[in-house]
């Protein structure tokens, strides 16, 4: 199989989606930074000003880097947990680039994702953990520094609720999530998939980083298939090829127009406007503070009224009612749907008229 973008001018967008779309391709690799997830609210490492390392001066570290440092983890964890408390998950929802990962794994077209963030965002828009590389580790888990004992998440954010260092129940040893810190190595899967996947890319997407981190800054040069860069700047080696598609600006913008060339627009908007932070879509987490609230006014009601019941009001309105509720949503949507499209209401665009609304 040719692994040549279609054309003979100079790639661009259009000719990724119609590569995409040949039905040659199978093995896309992604490799992304924290520019992915900076329209979450998460800031990246080095931009001048906002970036990560920029804002660390109240922690009062030696450096920057230090945060993330084993040696100073050692001897004052308290930094790195500030720190934590603000990038922990379940405070972002996935980006609109960390949905379209997920709709290159739905369209059967995703190998792996790199990913140098620690953010789980990959983990949370649903793309499967066995398609990820979190090459610098990430919240996902955590292990005692010393003897290796892994502490469940949940004991880890009992500690972190009352600003106490997470200390191993084996050993006593510093506990910290499986964050890849500067002084210890990458993990093995790293290693172990990066050879077979780089030699098996029928197109590499790379995205939101400043390749300058090694050994992952090296990936993008490893590869003999088109590549294309969404980034703020341009990176690496990337664009002196004939077949690499440089798409400078936000990271989010570039993938909305590379999935209209591919027809899946309608795809991922859809997809990421039901993420939330949490996984819950917005139209469920609605109905779940509806019933909440409307079981605490029963609940009182009845607390008012001397009634023994109330306590077991609150458990029966958050299980049965949030399923029938929620149900009753998801038909009336397939119903109002159907209803559009045999009444013929919603109209066909022309491409102009759909890049418009966007």
Same mark, same amino acid.
């Given at each position: 199989m040719s692994k040549k973008l279609p054309g003979t001018g100079k790639p661009t967008l259009a000719s990724v989606a119609q590569y995409l779309k040949s039905g040659d391709v199978r093995n896309v690799v992604v490799m992304v930074g924290a520019g992915i997830s900076t329209s979450a609210g998460i800031p990246d490492f080095r931009s001048p000003n906002t970036g990560?390392?920029?804002?660390?001066?109240?922690?009062?570290?030696?450096? &920057?880097? &230090? @945060?993330?440092d084993i040696a100073y983890f050692r001897k004052r964890p308290e930094a790195f947990?500030?720190?934590?408390?603000?990038?922990?998950?379940?405070?972002?929802?996935?980006?609109l680039f960390h949905s379209f990962l997920k709709v290159l794994d739905d369209q059967g077209v995703l190998?792996? @994702?790199?990913?140098?963030?620690?953010?789980?965002?990959?983990r949370i828009a649903g793309v499967p953990s066995e398609k990820i590389v979190e090459a610098h580790g990430s919240f996902?888990?955590?292990?005692?520094?010393?003897?290796?004992? &892994?502490?469940?998440?949940?004991?880890?954010?009992?500690?972190?609720a009352k600003d106490k260092i997470p200390h191993c129940k084996k050993c006593g040893g510093l506990v910290k999530p499986d964050i890849v810190f500067f002084g210890e190595n990458l993990p093995a899967r790293f290693f172990k998939l990066m050879t077979g996947d780089l030699a098996s890319a029928d197109l590499v997407i790379v995205a939101g980083t400043s390749l300058q981190v090694h050994p992952f800054a090296s990936l993008p040069s490893q590869t003999s298939c088109p590549r294309v860069?969404?980034?703020l700047e341009s990176v690496g080696d990337i664009g002196r090829r004939k077949s690499d598609v440089v798409c400078l600006g936000p990271?989010?913008?570039?993938?909305?127009?590379? &999935?209209f060339e591919c027809g899946w627009l309608p795809?991922?908007?859809?997809?990421?406007?039901?993420?939330?932070?949490d996984g819950v879509t917005p139209e469920k987490e609605d109905v779940l503070h509806a019933i909440d609230k409307a079981a605490a006014e029963e609940v009182a009601k009845e607390e008012a009224e001397g009634a023994n019941s109330a306590t077991e009001i609150a458990p029966e309105i958050s299980r049965k009612d949030v399923e029938d509720v929620v149900a009753a949503i998801e038909e009336l949507?397939?119903?109002?749907?159907?209803s559009m499209s045999s009444k013929g209401e919603k109209d066909t665009m022309t491409v102009q008229d759909e890049k418009a609304k966007v």
């Open positions: 990560l390392y920029h804002n660390l001066s109240r922690l009062k570290l030696p450096y &920057a880097e &230090a @945060v993330f947990y500030t720190l934590a408390h603000e990038l922990y998950p379940g405070k972002f929802r996935p980006t190998r792996r @994702v790199y990913t140098q963030n620690i953010d789980t965002l990959e996902a888990e955590n292990h005692c520094i010393d003897c290796g004992k &892994a502490m469940s998440t949940e004991d880890l954010e009992k500690f972190m860069l969404f980034n990271c989010d913008d570039g993938v909305r127009d590379l &999935a795809d991922l908007e859809a997809l990421w406007a039901k993420t939330t932070k949507e397939i119903s109002k749907s159907e």
